[in-house]
């Protein structure tokens, strides 16, 4: 069945490493979103994208996030370098805009950055 | 003040009574309003979602909106221990972009 697949499902790395997350979203979805899940601060949009194209990324802290589409099919977000204020769970989630509004979440990647 | 509000409980309700779920927002423009659900270490998926002033009702949950005062929210019949999770009202403020909540957590006691 569809779903969105997230890459890796944990990671434990040092402070300063380079992280890499993948996303791949449902074939077919054109919108494609980052989130970011902590206890303090719930749930936050990091940035979001339309047929590959970032549309807003206001909430991604740009000196040391990036996020792109090399593909349909494939959707990065990159943290370099790394802190511990980082440690989080990543969501990505999918989406047909003008569609069925629900966006779907893949399972999510735990960071810890020691 | 947080564009998306709730409170975070923890609300506790006994098996087959009604819990309510409230949020606030700040938008007056947002258009689309979304229930999702959340379990321990798991991803969010979507319960409801809503788009006019009223009630919506889909088995045993009711979303209800009132636009005026910037108020969701979302009723959850004969509560059951499955229910037990937290719960995440969302706002689309346009554009397909959706501010979250920080979530309530229910408990249902069996």
């Known amino acids: 069945d569809a779903r969105v697949t997230q890459t890796p499902r944990d990671k434990v790395t040092e402070m300063g490493q380079e992280v890499t997350m993948r996303c791949q979203p449902i074939l077919g979805h054109n919108t494609v979103f980052w989130y970011r899940q902590t206890m303090m601060q719930g749930l936050e949009l990091l940035a979001y994208f339309r047929n590959r194209a970032p549309l807003d990324d206001s909430g991604m802290p740009k000196d040391r996030f990036s996020a792109e589409m090399p593909d349909a099919t494939l959707a990065t977000l990159k943290i370099q370098p790394s802190e511990p204020r980082d440690s989080a769970v990543y969501f990505c989630?999918?989406?047909?805009?003008?569609?069925?509004?629900?966006?779907?979440f893949g399972p999510g990647t735990r960071l810890t950055v020691l | 003040q947080k564009e998306v509000e709730q409170n975070s409980g923890p609300l506790s309700v006994p098996e087959g009574a009604i819990a309510s779920l409230n949020c606030t927002y700040s938008d007056r423009g947002s258009q689309s309003f979304f229930w999702y659900r959340q379990y321990s270490g798991k991803s969010p998926e979507l319960i409801m979602f809503?788009?006019?002033?009223g009630d919506k009702e889909d088995g045993r949950f009711t979303a209800q909106l009132n636009k005026a005062s910037q108020y969701v929210s979302l009723l959850i019949r004969d509560s059951q221990p499955s229910d037990s999770a937290t719960y995440l009202c969302?706002?689309?403020?346009?554009?397909?972009?959706?501010?979250f909540g920080a979530g309530t957590r229910l408990f249902v006691k069996a």
């Open positions: 969302a706002v689309d403020t346009g554009g397909f972009k959706t501010i």
């Open positions: 989630a999918s989406g047909l805009s003008g569609g069925n509004p629900e966006q779907f």
């Open positions: 809503i788009y006019s002033n």
